[in-house]
């Protein structure tokens, strides 16, 4: 695991040396997220973002899209906000709804749902700021299924996370869902590695 601030552009691969070892970069950001995600409730799904998972999700956007060397730019800007900067945890949450008629009324229940997220250690409870790049709750209260949150830590708050065995608790508030989990040691310990 890279425990780094920023993607630049040297970071990025040539298309060409990308789609060659794809299914490797792959696998091994696979097994970095499987202790990096966390279910909250019924819907919900936390997926904790690094500096490597950003790093994929850029490569295989420049993969997909094709845009080339003018595409890299618009792909920092995008994501390089979602790599935890040293004192905090960032996370993609995601509703995730299969049957449309019954996400779409959930949905419509969720407004500021982002606003509501937390994460509880050693007696405190650090809330969840929304990323500013958009309004992910429309004004008429309906929740986007994609939502991205930083939780800011305190110096104390990111010892008592480091701590081997602390008990962590990630949740959810709003009055329409209202739900938590405890983060497993292995969890814990792969997220303690994102601050510097």
């Known amino acids: 695991m890279t425990n780094r601030h920023e993607l630049t ?9 990308y789609a060659k070892g794809r299914a490797e970069h792959r696998r091994r950001i696979t097994a970095i997220k499987r202790n990096r995600r966390v ?18 999700q850029v490569q295989e956007m420049l993969h997909i ?11 920092l800007a995008a994501y390089n906000p979602l ?12 509703i995730e709804i299969d049957d449309p008629l019954r996400r779409a009324r959930v949905l419509a229940g969720l407004g500021g749902v982002e606003e509501t997220a937390f994460i509880e250690v050693g007696g405190a409870r ?14 008429d ?13 305190t ?8 701590e081997p065995n602390t008990r962590v608790i990630l949740g959810l508030s709003h009055p329409n869902y209202s739900h938590m989990a405890v983060l497993s040691e292995a969890t ?3 997220l303690a590695q994102d601050f510097a």
Do not use: C, N
Request: proline share 6%; hydrophobic share 45%; aromatic share 14%.
């Open 9 to 17: 552009r040297a970071d990025i691969l040539p298309w060409a040396e």
């Open 39 to 56: 279910e909250v409730g019924p819907f919900v799904t936390f997926y904790f973002e690094s500096f490597d998972t950003m790093w994929l």
């Open 65 to 75: 899209e094709r845009g080339g060397d003018a595409q890299i730019p618009e792909e």
């Open 83 to 94: 790599i935890p900067k040293g004192r905090e945890l960032v996370a993609t949450f995601m």
């Open 126 to 139: 650090v809330g969840a700021k929304a990323e500013t790049d958009q309004d992910r709750t429309s004004a």
């Open 141 to 153: 209260g309906k929740a986007s299924s994609v939502q991205f949150v930083h939780f800011p830590f």
């Open 155 to 162: 110096d104390a708050e990111v010892a008592a996370f480091r």
């Open 188 to 190: 814990r310990a792969a």
